[in-house]
């Protein structure tokens, strides 16, 4: 377990001091508050793609629509991505502030499937479109495994369910501040309710009431952190912070990781948030994205190797 020393970045302060209360979406108008994200987040795309270089354009694998990212001088395999959003808004669009420097920095080809959200498309429809975009890129070596909040719910989901097929599975996973208990469990959700500057409590309850839409929440399924692990699962990375609202779950799932003998890293962020690398603005988003992509990129090289 690493974390950042000498406490957080002047860039950082400035966004807590500026930060407006969380609230949750009306559900009557999740089409707009989607749309109002990806306004939002369009400039700070805009920079990312400019910034790594990296070439974009849309895919269909396996009937799902996605995003490829392509760098300079790609090096052979794939990184499966999955958005975050609680399962209810985002895209692969504005993920790619996270995915386009990863893909520079790993130098391989980035795949984000565009999965189905809830309510109009509760569990476990998005899994399956993740998992229908995994299968096909099995054939594909070396691939890795990232996902961030929701995203990392699923990269956990999808490689469960791999084991279970009897599919291969990746040379390395990384999950960002994963959201991997839907029964909130863990202390950091009433803890950090109000600490974190981009999720609360309220936002959360509502979206894995949506998501899950009635569903057992303990199925490892909708939250993987009850699944079955085992050696057999890849070496993970964890990235979050002492004020992300789902801090318990990283801490938890590394805990679960490690005693299922997988090579486990965590890195806590002193005062930082839920999926702080979703900020371009942060030189501890660029440090920690550049931490993931060479512990995956070396993990697949060991692969290609």
């Not at 957080?8 to 009557?28: C, F, G, K, N, Y």
């Not at 994200?37 to 990312?48: I, Q, S």
């Not at 476990?124 to 996902?147: C, E, K, M, N």
Request: net charge negative; glycine share 8%.
């Amino acid at each position: 377990m690493t974390s950042n020393p000498g406490g957080i970045s002047s860039e950082a302060m400035q966004l807590l001091a500026e930060a407006p209360p969380v609230q949750a979406p009306d559900p009557a108008v999740l089409a707009e508050y989607r749309a109002e994200l990806r306004a939002y987040y369009t400039p700070g795309v805009e920079r990312a793609i400019a910034a790594s270089g990296v070439a974009v354009s849309d895919a269909q694998i396996a009937g799902v629509s996605c995003l490829e990212l392509l760098p300079n001088e790609p090096k052979p395999g794939t990184i499966l991505y999955c958005y975050g959003g609680g399962f209810v808004s985002g895209s692969p669009f504005e993920d790619l502030i996270v995915a386009a420097p990863l893909a520079q920095l790993a130098a391989r080809r980035v795949i984000m499937p565009n999965y189905r959200l809830a309510p109009e498309h509760p569990w476990p429809a998005s899994i399956d479109d993740g998992y229908a975009v995994y299968r096909s890129l099995t054939d594909v070596q070396p691939f890795g495994l990232a996902g961030e909040s929701a995203g990392g719910n699923m990269a956990l989901a999808l490689i469960l369910r791999a084991r279970a097929e009897g599919l291969p599975l990746p040379s390395a996973m990384a999950l960002l501040s994963p959201w991997c208990d839907l029964t909130h469990g863990g202390d950091s959700l009433t803890a950090n309710d109000g600490r974190d500057p981009t999720l609360s409590f309220e936002w959360v309850k509502l979206a894995a009431e949506l998501y899950a839409d009635g569903a057992d929440r303990s199925k490892p399924d909708i939250s993987p952190l009850f699944g079955k692990f085992g050696s057999w699962a890849p070496p993970t990375m964890i990235t979050t912070g002492t004020r992300d609202l789902l801090q318990s779950h990283a801490v938890c799932l590394s805990r679960v990781l490690k005693a299922s003998g997988i090579p486990t890293d965590i890195n806590i962020w002193d005062g930082l948030w839920h999926v702080f690398e979703f900020d371009d603005r942060l030189p501890e988003a660029a440090q920690s994205i550049a931490a993931i992509a060479e512990f995956v990129s070396a993990h697949m090289d060991g692969v290609q190797g």
